[in-house]
């Protein structure tokens, strides 16, 4: 298949191709592989914590817990940009699967201090490795330091739009 004409149908996105000898693949462009790698990883991942009877925003929500135990409910929501109501709802849920528990602050009795359990802090565990997983599949066509130059790069892009680190933009939208 050479140069289409004004006439010919586009292929559907993610068609291959052949291409002549000497041509260049066109570009499909950041963003489409961004979409493709991040659709691909979060499918992946949110299978793999399905089977520790989690979803990724509670797996978002326990880490968070995990590393600033004694947090507030108020806190984390703020740190997740997530709305209070619905923060409440994955800690009702995380602590009914006793992975979460949930203290009245001496000082203040109207505020909530979350802290992991030993069950909890199990699932960060599996959780980590499950993680680390994943980064070595996609990963595994690049050397060490082609991996940590993708990331110094990611770091710097998500960075530059304001993006929370380790924070999942998509909060808002997730059940």
Known sequence: MGK????????PCGASADFPEGSVEPRSGIPLLLTQLGTHSAA??????????LTPPKVGVLR??????GLSQQALAEAL???PSKLVTFVDE????????????SRDRRVYELNTTARGDEAVERI?????????????????AERDRLEELLRKVATH???????????????
């Open 4 to 11: 289409r004409t004004a006439d010919e149908p586009n292929e």
């Open 44 to 53: 992946t991942f949110g299978e793999r914590v399905a089977e520790l009877g």
């Open 64 to 69: 968070m817990i995990s590393t600033r135990p």
């Open 81 to 83: 940009d997530l709305l």
């Open 94 to 105: 995380l602590e009914q699967d006793g992975h979460v528990t949930r203290a009245r602050k």
């Open 128 to 144: 980590g490795g499950i993680a680390a997983e994943l980064d070595s599949e996609l990963t595994g066509s690049l050397t060490s």
């Open 161 to 175: 739009r304001g993006l929370s680190p380790n924070v999942h933009p998509g909060y808002r939208r997730m059940s």
